[in-house]
């Protein structure tokens, strides 16, 4: 059971630059949600989706960031331009309908 | 709002002893409650969870308490081991997809 997939693991970009982070869930999954952790606002719920559907966005923090599930198997969540304090490390999770969520390793993104 | 807050943020014990996390939360509508423990450089892993029409759930050393009238939930960790030491977040979750994550705790299990 290869779990979630999380790539790249490590990213560092400069100021301005577009960032594409992406995610493959567990097969069979159907929910799958992407997080921010910093150690200043801890773990954020950015938005979920539920049958490759976006339910709620709300923990989106500006425009800057999109997040696309086009499939059952893939989802990126975009930050275009970015900026010094989008640093953080980004998770992506995913869940059978209501249940446990399973958490990638998570990528760490670094804005210069 | 949805909040969830979680005591204390850092917490130091010697092996062998117990050790206790303490979480409130704010929505009444909240019927789900995980923990999730995360070792550094990894991503959070359920470790133990329990519904609102249970008040106590044990697995081997861990064990979790509900009390819904006050909004309350801990984690229990006994015999403690070095390898416990990570940090350990409580959650909630009410009707929908959405689960509020505490601060977290970092717990120090010393030898």
């Known amino acids: 059971d290869a779990g979630v997939i999380q790539s790249p693991r490590h990213e560092v970009t400069e100021m301005g630059q577009e960032v594409t982070l992406r995610c493959k869930p567990i097969?069979?999954?159907?929910?799958l949600f992407w997080y921010r952790q910093t150690m200043m606002r801890g773990l954020e719920l950015l938005i979920y989706?539920?049958?490759?559907?976006?339910?709620?966005d709300s923990g989106m923090p500006e425009d800057r960031f999109s997040a696309k599930m086009p499939n059952a198997s893939f989802s990126t969540l975009k930050i275009q331009p970015s900026e010094p304090r989008d640093s953080a490390v980004y998770f992506c999770?995913?869940?059978?309908?209501?249940?446990?969520?399973?958490f990638g390793p998570g990528t760490r993104l670094t804005v210069l | 709002g949805e909040n969830v807050e979680q005591h204390p943020s850092t917490l130091s014990v010697q092996e062998g002893d117990s050790a206790v996390i303490k979480c409130t939360y704010s929505?009444?509508?909240?019927?789900?409650f995980p923990w999730y423990k995360q070792e550094l450089g990894k991503g959070p892993q359920l470790i133990i969870d329990?519904?609102?029409?249970?008040g106590e759930k044990k697995d081997q050393r861990i064990a979790v308490t509900l009390n819904k009238t006050a909004k309350h939930f801990s984690l229990h960790i006994t015999e403690t081991q070095p390898e416990d030491s990570a940090v350990y977040f409580c959650?909630?979750?009410?009707?929908?997809?959405?689960?509020?994550f505490g601060a977290g705790t970092r717990l120090f299990v010393k030898a």
């Open positions: 999770a995913s869940s059978l309908s209501n249940n446990e969520q399973f």
């Open positions: 097969s069979g999954h159907n929910s």
């Open positions: 989706f539920n049958n490759n559907v976006p339910i709620d």
């Open positions: 929505d009444s509508a909240s019927n789900y």
């Open positions: 329990i519904r609102s029409n249970v």
């Open positions: 959650a909630e979750r009410g009707g929908g997809f959405k689960t509020i």
